[in-house]
Structure formats: C-alpha cells, structure tokens
C-alpha cells in the first residue's frame, strides 16, 4: 500500500507569512494528490485536486506543485481564516483506494 | 446544491455492530459517483473506510475490509455502513462523501461521532 507522510506535523506562521507543507508518497502516484483544509468541529474542505489544481472558490493564495513523489501545498500569504489543519490524500482509480497523510497543523505563532 | 447527512447510534458496546446511513438530497446517487465513508478517530488523521456506486459496487480498505459492508438504497436516496465487531479503535468520527470525479472528496456531511464504550 502506498504511504503518504506529511511534514512538518505542524507549524508556528504569522498572518502573512507564505507557508509550505510537503506530502512525499512511498511510490509514484503521478498527479494523483488533493489536499484538504479542516477546521475543528467541521469536515475537511477539498482545495486542490491532481497536485496543482485549485478547486472552484479556493482562494488563489493556495497553490499545489509536485515533483516525483514530493508534493506541496503552499499558502502565499497566510490569512487568519487559513489557521487549521491540512491533509494530502492520494486517490488509485483501480482498484478504488484513497490514502490520507496524517495531516500538518498550521498555528498561530 | 448537494447535502449528505449521518444518522446513527452514536453509542455502543465492543463486539456490536455500528450500522450508520447517510441520506443525500440535491442530487440523485443514481446519477453516479462511488460514494465514500471517511472516518476520524478524536484528534488524529482521516481514513478511508470504502466507496459505492450506485449499482452496488463496493470499494474497501484492505485493513477494514474483513468487517466492513457498505450497501445502497436508491429508492431512498442514501447508502448505509456496517461494521462489525467493533472495539474501542473504532471510536470516531464517521463522514459520508461525495467524490469530487478529480480523486478527492467533494462535498462531506458534517460527521456523526460513534464511541465504543462498555
């Protein structure tokens, strides 16, 4: 099975520091990664989706990249509302599997 | 706009089996889709449980699978979770999903937390 393992596990930033969590996968996935936002008490919202793509509504200050099997999330300029906890998640089509990284807490510093 | 609710008993006892459904409104799960369960334990990461389409077809995590059914009603518009033999490990919270067709999850329900507690 494939691993995904996020870093940091979490993080100390500013209001308008640019933030950049990493998700390295244990074998090539291609493009295949989202990222998700979650907020305590709620469900996780989806951000990105093939590695760099940004979902409908997602602020443009979030941006995804890859190379190999090193994937990133970056925040351009943290915002109060972005303090939360961010999730990869690598999707197999055949057979159906999603995996999720263990997350990286983003905190006020 | 798309709505998917939990409903469930949110207590029970270890060796008993948690059956929770989620109902969708705002779009028909005949239209497509594998739609997903996801749960997370208080405090820590999320993990797939499995995935269904409309026709039955069924999608579960290797390290679940043994006790996990996943099951569809189209007349009501919902799919159900069943597992079985449930022990304190099995505390968390329990989100329905609809996929997103780009390999992520889309639209969740807001959760309903099952604890495993004699």
């Known amino acids: 099975a494939i691993q995904l393992t996020q870093s940091p596990s979490s993080l100390s930033a500013s209001v308008g520091d640019r933030v950049t969590i990493t998700c390295r996968t244990s074998q090539g996935i291609g493009s295949a990664l989202a990222w998700y936002q979650q907020k305590p008490g709620k469900a996780p919202k989806f951000l990105i989706y093939?590695?760099?793509s940004l979902e409908s509504g997602v602020p443009s200050r979030f941006s995804g990249s890859a190379s190999g099997t090193a994937f990133t999330l970056t925040i351009s300029s943290l915002q109060p509302e972005d303090f939360a906890t961010y999730y990869c998640?690598?999707?197999?089509?055949?057979?159906?599997?999603?995996?999720f990284g263990q997350g990286t807490k983003v905190e006020i510093k | 706009q798309v709505q998917l609710q939990e409903s469930g008993p949110g207590l029970l006892k270890p060796s008993e089996t948690l059956s929770l459904s989620c109902a969708v409104s705002g779009y028909s799960i005949s239209s497509g889709y594998y739609w997903g369960w996801i749960r997370q334990p208080p405090g820590k990461g999320l993990e797939w449980i499995g995935s269904?389409?409309?026709?039955?077809?069924?999608y579960y995590n290797p390290s679940l699978k043994s006790r996990v059914t996943i099951s569809v009603d189209r007349s009501k518009n919902q799919f159900s979770l069943r597992l079985r033999s449930v022990t304190a490990a099995d505390t968390a919270i329990y989100y329905c999903a609809r996929p997103s067709g780009k390999g992520g999850f889309d639209c969740w329900g807001q959760g309903t937390l099952v604890t495993v507690s004699s």
């Open positions: 093939d590695a760099s």
């Open positions: 269904i389409y409309h026709s039955g077809s069924a």
């Open positions: 998640q690598q999707f197999n089509g055949y057979p159906l599997m999603y995996t």
